[in-house]
């Protein structure tokens, strides 16, 4: 990876050196998706079929997998990899159960009683990108929140052919229904509905940029999505005592993801990322996905910085989906990175372990919006609601400000809806 020096560059190559490769977008890739989508919405199922002969080669032998087929199917997968699966359900699980939302109340002045509460999001869909390998842990890090927040319905998309691996997964998480439809046009049965797929109030999942345009224009329309989607991306925050082979592995597994993924080192010395280099090169012998990962590690740089709290301000600037911090004291500087989708403290946190079984989720904030965007959790799957109830005393004792704050704003109505009230009658009844 080509190095820079952080102290010798001036502010607009700063901006350079922490730029994001381009994403594809332009008129014609709108342009295809809201074709697609009204497509669906006029078609329907039968459009759902056409696509999938367009984009996938073949029309689906069905269009939906209830829990009993997704049982079926999936109990032909090793026994090895259901241990491994139900391994990491037990690890997300004990983690997201632990985020389960409690009631705020508080009595803001007597009589005033206000509470926020917190209920699950009734009807969710789910996307899991296909491809070239069955992405089992993107099942498992949307199914389990939904299913433990209590979303009453829960189906699941991805393009066929559907693995085995992927159904054992779903049927596990609880996915009630799944569709081997993918792309824009699963999108836009989610959204829109269609004769076999329900309409969902809110879209999760990645996908390509199909997907995310998709998911980007239906949520225009009324359809709550998590989070728009970018290229995969890790940086590393390294010491002279980090293991180079350690920090070269971790950049890799980032860069496999895609040739857009992008890997970045932030260290102390060039000494340090010749040696990550020499790594690089090793262990990028060995990878099964190496073409793509070089083009990645192609767009991928190091940043060589004085200290580690500039280090620190060169992540935070950068803001990556993924942080690796391999220092003497990682969690020292854990009070000074602010930006990062998910941090992995230390010579034995991998980001894999984040990816699959960690108990973390793995969706993430990227292209720099962990700035002010979160990781998914089990707040994604609900929706919060304030309650209010006042007594008659209460309302006495706040009618003052309201009406004054009322009149200030010349809404006559509001004053008067509480001026009504304090002219009634107390009755015993009325009164709390």
């Given at each position: ?6 102290t010798?560059?001036?502010?607009q ?8 490769a381009?994403q ?19 078609q ?7 696509l999938?002969e ?7 032998e ?51 009683r ?11 869909g789910?996307?899991v ?8 842990s ?13 979303c ?5 998309a991805?393009p ?11 049927w ?9 439809v ?24 990645p996908?390509?940029?199909f997907?995310?345009?998709?998911k ?15 290229p995969?991306?890790?940086?590393v925050?390294?010491?002279d ?12 597994s ?15 010395s060039q000494?340090?990322?010749?040696r ?34 500039q ?31 998910s ?20 969706v ?13 959790s ?9 309650v ?6 209460g309302?006495?004792g706040?009618?003052d ?20 009230r ?11």
């Amino acid at each position: 990876m080509q190095s820079y020096t952080w102290t010798q560059l001036d502010p607009q190559a700063r901006t350079a050196v922490l730029a994001r490769a381009e994403q594809v977008q332009n008129a014609s890739l709108s342009e295809s998706v809201t074709a697609i989508l009204r497509q669906v919405q006029q078609q329907g199922d039968e459009a759902l079929m056409q696509l999938s002969e367009r984009f996938d080669g073949q029309r689906p032998e069905q269009l939906v997998y209830d829990s009993d087929e997704l049982a079926r199917r999936g109990a032909s997968i090793t026994d090895s990899l259901k241990q491994a699966i139900d391994a990491a359900i037990d690890n997300l699980d004990a983690f997201h159960r632990a985020q389960q939302f409690t009631t705020v109340e508080v009595e803001t002045q007597p009589g005033v009683r206000c509470e926020l509460r917190s209920e699950a999001i009734e009807r969710v869909g789910l996307y899991v990108p296909g491809g070239s390998a069955p992405l089992v842990s993107s099942v498992l890090m949307q199914a389990l929140p939904a299913r433990i927040a209590g979303c009453s319905v829960r189906v699941m998309a991805t393009p066929p052919p559907v693995s085995d691996a992927i159904c054992y997964a779903a049927w596990r998480c609880g996915i009630q229904q799944l569709f081997p439809v993918g792309g824009a046009q699963a999108i836009a049965a989610l959204a829109y509905g269609t004769e076999t797929v329900p309409r969902v109030d809110k879209i999760f999942g990645p996908g390509n940029r199909f997907v995310t345009e998709a998911k980007t224009q239906v949520s225009v329309g009324g359809t709550a999505i998590d989070m728009p989607a970018g290229p995969s991306e890790v940086l590393v925050i390294a010491d002279d005592n980090a293991d180079p082979a350690f920090v070269a592995a971790d950049l890799l597994s980032q860069a496999e993801h895609g040739e857009d993924s992008q890997a970045m080192l932030v260290c102390l010395s060039q000494q340090f990322a010749n040696r990550v280099n020499e790594q690089l090169q090793s262990q990028l012998a060995g990878l099964s996905r190496r073409a793509i990962a070089t083009q990645a590690l192609a767009q991928s740089r190091t940043l060589i910085c004085d200290t580690l709290a500039q280090a620190c301000e060169v992540s935070n600037r950068y803001g990556p989906e993924h942080l690796i911090v391999q220092t003497d004291d990682p969690r020292a500087l854990l009070p000074s990175l602010r930006a990062a989708g998910s941090i992995f403290l230390g010579r034995w946190s991998p980001e894999s372990v984040g990816d699959y079984a960690s108990g973390t989720n793995h969706v993430l904030p990227t292209y720099g919006a962990s700035r002010s965007a979160s990781s998914l959790s089990l707040a994604d799957f609900c929706r919060r609601f304030t309650v209010q109830q006042l007594s008659r005393d209460g309302l006495l004792g706040l009618a003052d400000t309201v009406m004054t704050l009322a009149d200030a704003e010349g809404l006559d109505a509001h004053a008067n809806a509480v001026a009504l009230r304090l002219k009634a009658p107390s009755t015993a009844r009325s009164d709390s």
